[in-house]
């Protein structure tokens, strides 16, 4: 378990061509207001995970060029809040998944030239469940669910492709 707050950073950082790398099971990760972690290059990631069960509050700003905002892997089990303030903007998903049982809820604003949340294999064995309040917009399919899951909207969801997909595993998707 670790906690991380941290201070604006632009990368890709020395170790790797991700700015912030989340490996520690049960982890909190507090993006504050006006704090930029953003990503320059490469496929390059503002957040890579790579174990489970972490907790997000973003009410900062992530930034990638050609990556992900936040790139969960094959990892499972995870809360992200975006606050009103937190905005995420990427050149490929703003966030990007293939695990299972993620909670996503969006207060603020989500640009992406692919999509803007993309979370496959969710229906395998626990489905996600993602609520937008805030604006989400993509240059593809703003939510991608390919094997199901939960979204509930008041906010804006705005696709060049598809508002919303959710892929039909087993029968249970609602929106």
């Known amino acids: 378990m670790a906690l991380y707050i941290p201070v604006s950073a632009t990368g890709p950082n020395a170790n790797d061509a991700d700015v912030l790398d989340v490996a520690l099971v049960n982890s909190t990760v507090i993006i504050r207001d006006f704090v930029l972690l953003a990503a320059d290059g490469n496929g390059s990631d503002a957040i890579t ?18 990556g992900n905002a936040i790139n969960l892997n094959a990892t499972s089990n995870h809360e992200i809040a975006i606050g009103p303030r937190g905005s ?4 490929s998903d703003a966030i990007f998944g293939t695990g299972t049982s993620n909670i996503i809820t969006n207060n603020g604003t ?9 979370i496959r294999n969710s229906g395998l ?5 993602i609520t937008n309040n805030g604006a989400m917009t993509s240059a593809s399919t703003t939510i991608n669910m390919n094997e199901g899951g939960q979204v509930a909207n008041t906010g804006s969801i705005s696709a060049s492709g598809s508002g919303v ?3 039909n595993y087993d029968g249970t998707n609602s929106y």
């Not at 989500?110 to 993309?118: E, F, L, M, R």
């Open 49 to 66: 995970v790579t174990a489970n069960a972490s907790t997000f509050f973003i009410d900062g700003y992530l930034a990638s060029d050609e």
């Open 88 to 91: 995420l903007t990427a050149g």
């Open 110 to 118: 989500i640009v992406s030239a692919g999509n803007a949340v993309d």
């Open 125 to 129: 064995t626990a489905h996600s469940t």
């Open 165 to 167: 997909f959710l892929g």
